[in-house]
T-cell receptor
């Protein structure tokens, strides 16, 4: 099946710093990528939808200035958590879809962010 | 607010038994439904997708959808210890560019006991 990678897998940073997370589709072109966040013992919450070359569409309650999403190519989307605070500590997962008519989302392995 | 509801469990079944996982959803605009399995600390992996009323079988898994009752279920036959995980139900709505915006339930923890 299709492979989606995320980098880094784990990151620990100090409060106030910015962290960039990369999501790559390794063997297909992703027309759409999604970013999710999952807190411990909770379900996945969609943060935003990104299409290559377009501005991301953020879900209600997600601060677009804090969570910057760039989908610069059909194989790469990045999520930057700006001025991170301890409450941003979470498991961030991306997923990618191949083609406009596909329903299958391929999930990346996730990035565990810990903000001290 | 669009919601997907699941019993958090844990649901314990003996090895070889049938595990039955249930899910209800509130958004009648959801067009597709998905069951994902998630092991602790890992990302979800797709088990089944279902779009039409009725049953859909794939190996040991059967998904059932009843749009009138806004109800989705997943049956796992011949449960194995390796099936022990959290099962996430998700409702999807298509977006421009492909794919579905997924609304996930909180998940049901399944434990298959030897």
């Amino acid at each position: 099946g299709a492979v989606v990678s995320q980098h880094p897998s784990r990151v620990i940073c100090k409060s106030g710093t910015s962290v960039k997370i990369e999501c790559r589709s390794l063997d297909f072109q992703a027309t759409t990528m999604f970013w999710y966040r999952q807190f411990p013992k909770k379900s996945l919450m969609l943060m935003a939808t990104s299409n290559e070359g377009s501005k991301a569409t953020y879900e209600q309650g997600v601060e677009k200035d804090k969570f910057l999403i760039n989908h610069a190519s059909l194989t790469l989307s990045t999520l930057t958590v700006t001025s991170a605070h301890p409450e941003d500590s979470s498991f961030y997962i991306c997923s990618a879809v191949s083609g406009s008519y596909s329903d299958t989302q391929y999930f990346g392995p996730g990035t565990r962010l810990t903000v001290l | 607010q669009k919601e997907v509801e699941q019993n958090s469990g844990p649901l314990s079944v003996p090895e070889g038994a049938i595990a039955s996982l249930n899910c209800t959803y509130s958004d009648r605009g959801s067009q597709s439904f998905f069951w994902y399995r998630q092991y602790s600390g890992k990302s979800p992996e797709l088990i089944m997708s279902i779009y039409s009323n009725g049953d859909k079988e794939d190996g040991r898994f059967t998904a059932q959808l009843n749009k009138a009752s806004q109800y989705v279920s997943l049956l796992i036959r011949d449960s194995q210890p390796s099936d022990s995980a959290t099962y996430l139900c998700a409702g999807g709505a298509r977006v421009t560019g492909g794919g579905n915006k997924l609304t996930f339930g909180t998940g049901t923890q399944l434990k298959v006991e030897l």
